[in-house]
């Protein structure tokens, strides 16, 4: 898997809803790819920090939203010059 593969599949991956094939590919990539282990890094400690809170505040749910809209603009470009966006997770 590529970054980009692997940034389509990556909340369905931390969930546990990925095949088992599509899982061990994804986690290979992940060992690898500094970029992109960061990144679930990331994802796991927001995950982590609201699981954490009763309820999360409104403020902490838009600074939230503003990163990830943050993230999926910042993504780089691909070796055509487009650029290679994420799927915005959906779900969870």
């Known amino acids: 898997m590529n970054c980009l593969q692997v940034a389509r ?7 546990g809803e990925t095949d ?8 290979a990539h992940l060992e690898d790819c500094r970029r992109c282990g960061l ?8 995950r982590n920090a ?4 009763a309820e ?6 838009q600074r ?8 999926l603009s910042n993504y780089p470009a691909g070796e055509d010059g487009t650029e290679n966006r ?7």
């Open 9 to 15: 599949v990556m909340q369905a991956y931390l969930d």
């Open 20 to 27: 088992e094939i599509t899982a061990r590919r994804a986690a």
């Open 39 to 46: 990144e679930v890094s990331v994802y796991q400690e927001i």
């Open 50 to 53: 609201l699981a954490r809170r």
């Open 56 to 61: 999360p505040d409104k403020q902490a749910l």
């Open 64 to 71: 939230l939203q503003a990163f990830g809209t943050s993230l």
């Open 86 to 92: 994420a799927e915005p997770p959906t779900g969870t």
